[in-house]
Each structure stands twice: as structure tokens, then as C-alpha cells.
């Protein structure tokens, strides 16, 4: 049977309308938002469709609010985007894995994009951040890291697809912790090593290695983070302290 399209929930609009406000900037983070009223009027709508739209905005994480002052943009950060990646849905440890697959799949495709489409030129800046990846002090895994992830999110810029580099910045907000306190663990010398041969792949535009190579650098991954939280809180604890 065909059954009736339901109207657009006039309160899910206006929620959507001002999350993407603050996630465009629109509003500032710290900024105070209009009062009930200035909105109401804004968006033609009743004061309970504001109340309730602030409502979820506020369980996501968003919004402040200061009584006798109003509602403030909160500072986005981990918590917001897993909370916008899964709606009121909690993800467990285990749940990291099937996050490392998703970015698995993105940065592969990426790369086979770049030996395709990419220039000479714009390859070669990714030589550039390996060379900071490689220059890293050994002992400050926080910025060995975010130089890990400056590489690959190179990759999904040169594609071209701003899905990609959008993703990548939601999942890797998500596992930063995780991600940072593997190669803490481990080491990063086989992640270097993944990282030139696919560079130096990519450069021939040996679309086949280069893919290759980076499937095996996240299988590589996805196994030391299976390994990681099969640890218990005091043991990785302890596994850190050490490689300190």
C-alpha cells in the first residue's frame, strides 16, 4: 500500500537550520544566539518549535545556557561530532574499529584518485608532509600524529571531494585518542615506512602499489587498535608510561 508523505517536522527544520548555522560559523563559538523571541519571529514559527530546537541542540552539545544571561555557542569538539555521527547513540570501544574501516575505505580510494587526477606539483607537497612526519621528535606522539593526519588529509583534499576531507576531520576527531596512543605504543617506524612507499608510488603513479600499500597500512592499523582495547585501562596505562 502507499501511504501518505509525512510533512517535514516544522521543529526538526528550524534544529537543522541552526545547527548548520553554528557548524558554518554563522554564529560564533562563545557568541550569544538571538533570544527566543528574535527567532521565533526569524523563522515564523512558535515559541515551543524554538524551545524545542534549542532543547536538542543543547543535548547535543551546542549550546549553553546562562540564566538571566541567554544561550551561548558552546566549543565544538570530540563529543559533538560523535554525537552528530550518531544520534543519541553511544558507541562503544569496539565500535572504533568499524570508524578505522570507514576511513580505511576513504583514504584508499583517495589515493587512488591521486595518481590518477593529481599533478606533479601537488604531489610533491605530499612529500612535504612526510618530511614533517619523519622530522618529529620520537618522544611528542601528539604532534607525530596530527602530522600523520595532516598527510592524509592532503590526500582527500587533492581528490577534490569535500565528503571525504569532511569525513576524515569527523572520524579522526573521534579516534584521536585512540589513534595517538597506538603509535605511542608501537612505534612509528612502520608507519613511516607505509607512508614513503606510498609516496614514492603515487609519484610513479603506480595506482595498484600505492593502493595497496595504504590497505596494508590500515589493516595495520585496525589490528594494533583490536589489540589496544583488548588491554585493560591499567595495562595500556602502564604500556604508555613505559614508552615514555
Avoid at 618522544?139 to 602530522?147: A, M, V
Avoid at 594494533?224 to 604508555?240: I, K, Y
Wanted: glycine share 4%; charged share 30%; proline share 1%.
Amino acid at each position: 500500500m502507499i501511504t501518505p508523505v509525512e510533512r517535514q517536522y516544522v521543529a526538526d527544520k528550524v534544529y537543522y537550520d541552526m545547527l548548520d548555522m553554528i557548524i558554518e560559523g554563522k554564529w560564533a563559538q562563545g557568541e550569544m544566539i538571538p533570544s527566543e523571541n528574535a527567532l521565533r519571529e526569524a523563522f515564523s514559527v512558535s515559541r515551543d518549535t524554538v524551545r524545542q530546537a534549542i532543547h536538542r541542540l543543547r543535548a547535543l552539545g551546542v549550546l549553553r545556557v546562562e540564566h538571566g544571561k541567554g544561550t551561548y555557542i558552546k566549543k565544538l569538539d570530540s563529543s559533538v561530532y560523535l554525537n552528530m555521527m550518531v544520534p543519541a547513540v553511544f558507541l562503544s570501544e569496539d565500535d572504533g574499529i568499524s570508524i578505522l574501516e570507514f576511513m580505511k575505505a576513504i583514504q584508499v580510494e583517495s589515493v587512488r584518485i591521486v595518481c590518477q587526477r593529481a599533478n606533479d606539483d601537488e604531489i610533491f607537497v605530499v612529500g612535504d608532509y612526510l618530511e614533517l612526519m619523519c622530522t618529529s621528535d620520537e618522544s611528542d606522539y601528539e604532534t607525530y600524529f596530527n602530522r600523520d593526519m595532516d598527510y592524509h588529509r592532503y590526500l582527500t583534499k587533492l581528490t577534490g571531494n569535500s565528503l571525504f576531507g569532511k569525513a576524515m576531520d569527523i572520524t579522526e576527531k573521534v579516534l584521536h585518542a585512540y589513534l595517538r596512543d597506538i603509535v605511542a605504543f608501537h612505534g612509528n617506524e612502520e608507519s613511516i615506512r607505509q607512508h614513503e612507499e606510498c609516496f614514492h608510488a603515487m609519484k610513479k603513479r603506480d595506482v595498484d602499489n600505492a593502493v595497496s600499500i595504504m590497505q596494508k597500512h590500515y589493516d595495520m592499523l585496525i589490528s594494533r587498535l583490536r589489540h589496544w582495547l583488548s588491554l585493560s585501562e591499567d595495562e595500556r596505562g602502564t604500556a604508555t608510561s613505559e614508552e615514555k
